[in-house]
């Protein structure tokens, strides 16, 4: 979809009469920590590229709920009204139900209007492209903070991550929409590439303004001789600088067409971005299996918050295995102190390195001994590949991949031939995209894999290939490498059963968080077109592990709990077939932020506790609610048929209406007790059970 053609003179007429002044709408280097500087083809090389993926998206009220929409201050102005006035040059005065007398407005195409009335916003990109193009991965206080934002200067939000700099609203009068319209209709009979972008847009009015502001630099040569260049290009800088501030993405479409032309905005001046956001690769989300419903904070019939659903619905989801409970255990580890159904053979003294000592020479002690500690268990085992022999790459390190990779292949069927059925599952490598652990190409992993995939199924068709793991939160390699790599498993025509992850949030992150993670992982699959039947695995996950940013962050017992146990619902929501706690030990182990061993009390009793809640059950929907959907709601049909609810907060305590949900409680801790009258309960981070 490449516009190419000159507009009409209609358009050139229009947009010559009404050239932006430059402006950027920027902080002044006064107001910022940093500054760097850009031309504009290097603004344009700075912003992600990624095509534009929308599933998820339901409307615009998930950047602008319509309560929040339609609340109105003191002065008895709605959002809108407030944030007309924000973006008056000259502020009005305001009076009582939102009268607004005096005031001076300056509309994006540069009429200046001396009243409100009339004024039309419209966002830089439309929610839907937003969305489409990164806003996937923003919680909602943030896309709420990118839709009303009307200042160039940092606002105060919840929203981290995001550096709020750039102005996402625009002003229009109607007879400014009105002649784009008819511009825009006008021209498509005229070039049959305007129309294709007519169609693209579905007639969305954010979207084709986005197209007009295009054509704008793009096509109005008058106003280039006019206005000395810089002034035409106007439109389209602000769409980059907005963009890569608030870390969206644009189209490839889009940036190839800009790249076109881009010699007719270079210049020697430098565009200033202040605060420039980190750009990694973007990617839309993929819904969570089981798609969250909300309700707005309110009082409910036994006092407290209104929770979006008061009965049960059928199950949507299959019955939970115990597979979902999977532990990772280190060399030193003893037999865990809570009910497992898999156990990932890492960091235990099995990986190849530590087998086969020299070619075809092997040492299955510890193997042998770690498969029948899982017997006894009755747990799964999934076995990792990695840790190349010096044999077998001559020396040049364990991450770096074997000279040949039918000795990694070979070694693996060995592996299947002795211990058959008692090692079920196979990861190929250990979070492939990150240099420490595989120094190789994605294209040698991706043979690694086929080469893998052969021996095993050749060995045991019954054998679970899963991919090699990847580390999500190293945000640069995961959007990059592990790209790379699902393309080659794709050329490769998918030699997998199952994808993992490893979805470690940064140390100061919560299940929440990880989350955000999990989502983009899925969106990486999607994206890339992976065969939506395969199996999910997050073979390594904990919480406050350090970052080369950020230190460890202790956890207390309880608040481990908590995360576990959040963690292991939001597996069920999300789709993921086991999940693997990093790790079980001995004693505490100082790397990690949530500790699981025999001197955890409440972590191992909050395992326990929800292994029994959820073991056998199916998940029928999942809900929000509360101040900002800080509260959160499952609701299952247990292993015996009957309903129950998990609830739990993601912030401070809040006090619940769980009026005809049930009449007991029971806590992590794995006390219960019958709920007394009025029905409601105080809830925390710590899931709890409502039941009949």
């Not at 067409?257 to 430098?270: E, F, G, M, P, V």
């Not at 299955?364 to 790459?393: C, E, F, H, I, M």
């Not at 025999?598 to 191992?604: L, Y």
């Amino acid at each position: 979809m490449f516009m190419r053609r000159a507009a009409t003179s209609a358009l050139s007429l229009l947009l010559l009469a009404s050239a932006l002044p430059l402006s950027i709408g920027l902080a002044t280097p006064a107001q910022a920590a940093t500054t760097t500087s850009y031309t504009f083809a290097q603004l344009v090389d700075a912003v992600p590229v990624a095509p534009p993926l929308y599933v998820g998206y339901r409307g615009p009220t998930q950047f602008i709920p319509a309560a929040t929409a339609l609340k109105k201050d003191s002065k008895g102005c709605n959002l809108r009204q407030r944030m007309i006035i924000s973006l008056a040059q000259v502020k009005p005065k305001v009076g009582a139900r939102c009268r607004m007398t005096g005031g001076t407005w300056v509309t994006a195409l540069g009429r200046t209007q001396k009243t409100a009335k009339g004024l039309n916003i419209a966002p830089i990109m439309s929610y839907k492209e937003a969305w489409g193009q990164g806003a996937y991965a923003w919680t909602p206080s943030q896309r709420l903070a990118w839709a009303t934002n009307t200042t160039t200067t940092p606002v105060k939000t919840r929203a981290k991550g995001v550096s709020p700099l750039q102005v996402t609203q625009k002003l229009y009068t109607s007879q400014e929409l009105n002649a784009l319209s008819l511009m825009i209709s006008d021209a498509a009979d005229e070039s049959s590439a305007l129309n294709e972008w007519i169609t693209y847009c579905n007639r969305d009015i954010g979207c084709l303004l986005r197209v007009a502001s295009v054509w704008q630099y793009a096509e109005t040569i008058g106003a280039f001789h006019l206005k000395g260049g810089l002034e035409a290009c106007n439109g389209v800088v602000a769409r980059l600088t907005n963009v890569a501030a608030w870390g969206l993405s644009l189209s490839p479409e889009e940036i190839a067409d800009i790249k076109l032309r881009a010699d007719r905005c270079q210049s020697n001046t430098l565009y200033t971005v202040e605060d420039f956001a980190k750009l990694n690769g973007i990617f839309v989300a993929v819904q969570p299996a089981v798609v969250p419903e909300s309700s707005s904070a309110g009082s409910g019939a036994g006092g407290g918050v209104t929770l979006p659903f008061d009965s049960y619905a059928a199950p949507v989801t299959e019955p939970v295995r115990s597979a979902l409970f999977g532990l990772t255990a280190p060399v030193d580890w003893v037999s865990p102190q809570v009910p497992t159904g898999s156990l990932r053979m890492w960091d235990v003294g099995v990986s190849w390195k530590e087998i086969e000592t020299s070619k075809g020479v092997y040492d299955w002690s510890k193997l042998s001994a770690a498969v029948q500690r899982a017997s006894t268990l009755s747990a799964d085992v999934l076995y990792v590949l990695g840790n190349t022999p010096a044999w077998a790459n001559d020396g040049k390190g364990d991450n770096a991949p074997p000279s040949n990779l039918d000795d990694a292949a070979e070694f693996l069927k060995a592996v299947c031939t002795k211990y058959g059925g008692e090692i079920g599952s196979y990861e190929v490598w250990n979070e492939g995209n990150i240099p420490r652990y595989w120094s190789g190409t994605q294209q040698q992993l991706a043979d690694l894999t086929a080469k893998a995939h052969a021996a095993l199924k050749g060995c045991s068709g019954s054998t679970q290939v899963v991919a090699a793991s990847t580390g999500v939160r190293a945000s640069g390699t995961f959007a990059n490498q592990y790209t790379q790599y699902l393309s080659a498993l794709k050329e490769r025509n998918w030699p997998v059963d199952a994808f993992s992850v490893h979805s470690y949030p940064l140390p100061s992150g919560t299940p929440t968080t990880r989350l955000d993670l999990v989502a983009q992982f899925k969106t990486m699959l999607a994206v890339n077109g992976a065969p939506a039947d395969r199996g999910i695995l997050d073979t390594e996950l904990n919480y406050g592990l350090a970052s080369s940013s950020e230190g460890r962050v202790p956890l207390s017992d309880a608040t481990t709990a908590a995360y576990i146990s959040q963690s292991f619902i939001q597996s069920v929501q999300y789709g993921i077939d086991s999940t693997y706690w990093y790790l079980w030990s001995g004693s505490d182990y100082d790397l990690l932020g949530g500790q699981l061993n025999p001197g955890t009390p409440a972590a191992k009793q909050g395992w326990s506790t929800t292994y029994s809640w959820l073991l056998g059950s199916r998940m029928q929907r999942c809900g929000t609610a509360g101040p900002s959907g800080s509260v959160q709601i499952c609701q299952l049909t247990g292993a015996d048929g009957k309903n129950f609810s998990l609830l739990w907060t993601t912030s401070a305590t809040a006090k619940v209406d769980v009026t005809g949900l049930g009449s007991n409680i029971c806590r992590l801790d794995g006390g219960c007790a019958v709920i007394a009258s009025p029905t409601s309960v105080d809830v925390t981070e710590s899931p709890i059970r409502i039941a009949g």
